[in-house]
Each structure stands twice: as structure tokens, then as C-alpha cells.
């Protein structure tokens, strides 16, 4: 038989034997204890909306909405079908997810050792567990979300099993069965579509090996005078395959632009752009696959500029390897190298950045992409590993003999009747067994990654430590705005100083008016308008801090704008349908408010009211002129707190004066001599819009005592709620 991957005549066992008990049950033991760290982990980001608190796990009707498409990220019903089945047995409890991934990653592994066999026989086993236990393969078991990856390998390695079956003994069943189970992983997670091109690639090497002679005699498949037959038969039974990836990726492209991608500048633009990402991404890949260390939950985007070598290099050296790996292939030169790299782009393609994928709004590289790319460089590497490790202990023992064995773990005649000898060449021994080392540490690492899952806060802060990832710093700040708003504000600013992303200015400003801070939270609602216009979260973000400020007219406007954008949005219609009868309300009570305001003697009531439905209607500058005049005319304390309110608060950059709200306030405050509650508390919402937080604490701590004074129980309520919202220590 001869081994794929170097093109040698070895003699092994039948490689179509099922495997042994004892063989499976030691890889599934071996992957699960390296991997039984992440069993209690909990869930992770995106977990929540995809499997916990998601309406689609929740009865059958969530099933039929699954398979018939629009209600997801990505339209892989067979992934969202498992979760479902989960969901229904465990309900939302991480522990069954992280074992059945577990459990699925195990099972790839054996898939891996039956499928090797068949094409790298010397050294299917490690090969199998250098991809099983990889550091890197840890993001796609420990995290749920991602529970997509093994569960679409197991379909896809099925389905190469089964191909295989067709390739070397025919049945249209086999085909079919091929086929089926290939849709099957497509359905699961399109990223699959790469195997009829690896496939492809395997067939052409062997056709050219044949071709140029390099077959030995004592090859059955080269002696088969049917050989020719039997490949034409396997190029062709690629056809269907070629098809359905083909179909599959057309869809994926298509319901990323239509379903997740929301447009914006977070996505490259043009060629250069993306070939500058490719390159990074492929070194990038490349380094974590021999070296992986300094691994992380997310990652800093990379520079997509070519005025500066540092960016054009990576890319320059990316497409002089592409052209090389080419002119090789089609010369026929170079042996098994330019196959194992054509291998690890072919495998590599879908995430190097051609192509847009939601996951480029955060980073270009994530560990969770290279999951089936660790499957095509797992031979090849162990192949080098294990010649390194024969190499190594030969020149560290030249006298020894090397006897090659079926699992690719060499053999060393140790017969001798010298101590010192026998000690130099046990110690040879485990030098030849290099690859069997190497796999031994990174089981040691896969356990301690996992172990760094059970932590979701640790996991981000690690990411966010010495990295430019402007995600890691923003879920950073979203996990502990609850417990400590000062550090976490420090978090949204370091975020916003790496990337000026939407996201992260819409997250920014819901922490920020959720303090008080309205006049900086509309800004930055503005600004994450700005960078990403098509963004429906954001503008239901704003139109909700909008409409519970009172700014009716400016919230009904953006859920408009929601509804351009997808007219199937029902909490957009529903909201926007409440607000246009709130403002139809408004504006009649305004008519009829009209000539009260008009009368001499108008009562203090009716003008705040006037006021307010002006502010509600976007009429903000006639609020504050009709308080100027009224002010002037009787010196009333509300209209001064009223007043203050809308010129420190306004979303008309032509009425916002926070100076003049703050001196205003200060000299209502003198003038009262800080005996009143309510303009305590205006004085502190007035400081919390001027960014001045210690001043704005101390009114509130005024205001609770003297609303409790006053006996005014909820308005004192409602300044306690806002102290603790601001991390202030509350008066007893």
C-alpha cells in the first residue's frame, strides 16, 4: 500500500479492518479527559439568544420555524435541530451541550483514525489525535455556539468514509449514502463545502504519482489493470458533491448579505483589502497550528492598509506561496509538500477573508475557523514530526535499527550487552517517538484551555490583556457594569480607542443613559448610527432610550427607519403604531394647552405640560424659548428646573447649553438654599449630563433625605435607584 503523504511502499495491516475495541475506547478516553475541563463551563457569548433564552427551543412550532428559515444567524436547520432535541430533554442547562459536544469531538476523532487508515496508514492514529487534541481545537468544543463545528465534521467525515467505501469497491448505495450525509453537514454548518476540492486534490496527486512512475510493483491498486476505471469512476462521483458545496455556498453567501451582515465599515471593502487579510489570516493560522500558544477568545482585527510593510508583506509572501504551491501541482514537482499545502489553503479558503462572514464585524481570525483546517495539516505534520524524531534518533544513534510498525511508532533493535549502549538507545527510542511527545503536551494544553472556558469573565479579560480586540474589552465592560460602573466606563473607552465600532458606541450609550447621561448617550447613538446605518439593534437601542426620555418624535423616526430596513420587524411596527397614538395625544392636548399658555395668569401646571409636549414633539427650541419668557415674567422655581432640564438634556445641538443649564441650576439651588427636593434632584440629572458624577451623587444623597422629609416615599425611590445604577453607597 502506498502512504499518501510520502509516497512510500510500506506493508501494514488491512487498513479496511473495523478498528479494535481496545484502539476506539483509548481515543475517546484520551479526547474526553483533555477536553473534560469544559464540561463545566457555562454558557458563553452568543449562547444566551441561540440556545437559553431562545423562542425557537421552546416547543415544536420553534422546530418547524428552524427548518423553514429567516429566524437565525445562519440557515443551518440540522445544527439548531440538535439544540432543540437538547433543549427538550435537559432544557437550558449547559452541561448535556458541553458533553454532547465533547462526546461528538470524540467521536470525529475515531471517523479521523478510519478515514487516515484508508489514506495515511503509517501514521493514521497520531494524525487523528494530533487533530483531536489541538489547542486551538478547544473554542469550537467548549463553546456552545460554536457546538456547529464537530456536530458538521461527524457529517462530513461520515460521508468521506462512505465515499471512500464507493471509491474502492463501487455500490450506488455507497455513492448515495456519500451524498446524502455530505448534505447532511452542510446543513450543519456550510463550512463542509471544502471536501469535494480536498477530495479532488487527493485523487489528482494520486493520478499524477501514477503517471510519473513513482507507483511501486508490489502496489495492488497499481497492478489493477481496472485502476483506470475506478478512477475515472472517482472523479466522477465527485460531480454530485461539487454541487450541493456549490448550491451551499451560493445560499450561505446570500443569507449572510441578507440575514446577519448589516453593512458598515467593520466589512473589507476591496480586492486589496481582502488580500491583505488573507495574507495575515493565513500566517496568522499557520504560526497557531506548530506553535499554540498565546491563544485567545478573541482577537484584534488586523490593519488592511498597504502604505506600510508590515501589513504587504504577510500578503506578498501569501501569494508567492500560492503561486509556487500552484506551479507545483501542475508541474508535478516537489512530492507530497505542494499537496499538503494546496491541502491547507483548500481547507483555509472560506475564512481568509474573500468572502464575508458575520464573525468579521469582531476579528479576522478566530481559533473556532481553524477547526476543519486542523484536519487537513493534521498528516502532514505528524509525518514531519515522526521523520524529524527517526532523523534525530538515528544521528543520536547510528547503530541502532529502526524497524517501521503499522502505527508509525518506530522500533529499535535494543539487543546489546552494553549498559551504556542499551541506556543510549532507549533514550533514541523515545526521540524517534517525537510526534507521540508532541501529542502528549498538547493534550497537557487542550486540558488547561479548557479549563479557562469555566470562567466567562476570565476568558474575556485574558483576550482583552495585552490584545487590540475591541470585543474583548466591550463584553469586559458588559459583564461588570452591574457591580462597577467606574470600571467599566473605562472598559467602553479603551474599547472605542481600539476600533470606533457601532456596536461599541451603542453599548456605550445605553450604559451612559442608563447613568443619567442623556445628552452623551444620544451622541454616541448617533455616531453608531452613523458607522453602521443598517443596523436595526442599534436604532432599537436608540428609539427606546429616546422614547423613555420622552422624545416622542425623534424615537417614531427611527422606527420608521427600522421598518425600511426589514418590514417584518413586529416589536418595530407594535412600538411605532403605541407612539404615533401617544403623539396624536399629545398633540391635541398641546391645541387645547395652546390658549391656556396664552391667557394671563396661566397656571405653573399647564405650562410644564406645554413644555413637556413640545420636548415630546421635537420642538425642543419653542420649549426653551417659551420657559425663557415665562422665567422673566414670574420667577417660578419649576420653570427654572424645567428649564435646566432641557438645556442640559436636548438632542438640538442648537438648544443643548450644559454650561448654562449648570449655572442655572446652582443659582436655583442658592436661591432655594438647597431646601428643596425636587431641584436637588434636577441639580444632580443636570451634573450627570455635564459628565460631573461626585456632584450629581452628593444632590441625590440631598434629595433622598429631604423627599423623606417631605414624606415622598417613591420620589425618594426612584433617586436611590439612580444612586445604586451609579455605584454610590446609599444613605441609610
Known sequence: MTDRVSGETITVKDSTRPLSAHLAATCVVVVAAAFSPALFAGFLWCDDYTVADSALMQDVSGLARIWRGGFTEQYYPLTYTLYWMIHQVFGAVPLPYHAVS??????????????????????????????????LQVESVAWIYELKNPWSALWMLLAAWMHLRFIERGGTACLAGAVVLFFASLLAKSATLIYPFLAALVLAAESAERASGRSKPSDPAGMDPGRERRRRRAFLSLIPFFIAAFASAAMTVWYERHGTLVGGHEYPQSLLERLAIAGQAFWFYAGKVLWPVALAFSYGRFAVEWNHWAQALPAVFFLVLLLVTLCSLLMRRGGGTPVALAAFLIALLPVLGFVDIYMFRYTFVADHLAYLPLLAAAPPVVYVLQKAGEWMARRLCPSARLDGGSSGVGDFDLSTSLPQERRLRRFSLAIGRLHWWILIVL?????????????????????????????????VARLVQGRDPVEAEEWFLRSLEVQRSAEASASY???LAGRGRTASAFAHFEEAIVLSPRDTRVL???????????????SLEHYRRILELDSGDEIARVNLW?????????????????????????????LLEFCAACVSLGRESEASDRLNEWIQERPDSRLSERLALVLASSIDARVRDVPAACDLIKELIERTRGTVASVQETAARVFLAANRESEAVQHLVTAVRLYEIDQEPDKAHVCLDLLRILGARTPR
Open 102 to 135: 465533547i462526546l461528538l469531538h470524540a467521536l470525529n476523532a475515531l471517523l479521523c483514525v478510519i478515514v487516515f487508515r484508508r489514506l495515511f496508514p503509517v501514521i493514521a492514529v497520531p494524525a487523528a489525535l494530533w487533530f483531536a487534541l489541538h489547542p
Open 443 to 475: 493534550a497537557v494544553l487542550t486540558w488547561r484551555r479548557a479549563h479557562q472556558y469555566q470562567s466567562e469573565e476570565g476568558l474575556w479579560r485574558e483576550a482583552a490583556s495585552g490584545r487590540n480586540s475591541w470585543l474583548a474589552r466591550l463584553q
Open 509 to 511: 450609550a445605553r450604559f
Open 540 to 554: 432599537h437601542s436608540a428609539a427606546a432610550a429616546l422614547a423613555g426620555e420622552g422624545f416622542l418624535c425623534h
Open 578 to 606: 403605541s407612539l404615533e397614538r401617544s403623539l396624536q395625544e399629545v398633540l391635541r392636548r398641546l391645541e387645547s394647552l395652546s390658549p391656556l399658555v396664552e391667557a394671563p395668569g396661566a397656571g405653573v401646571e399647564d
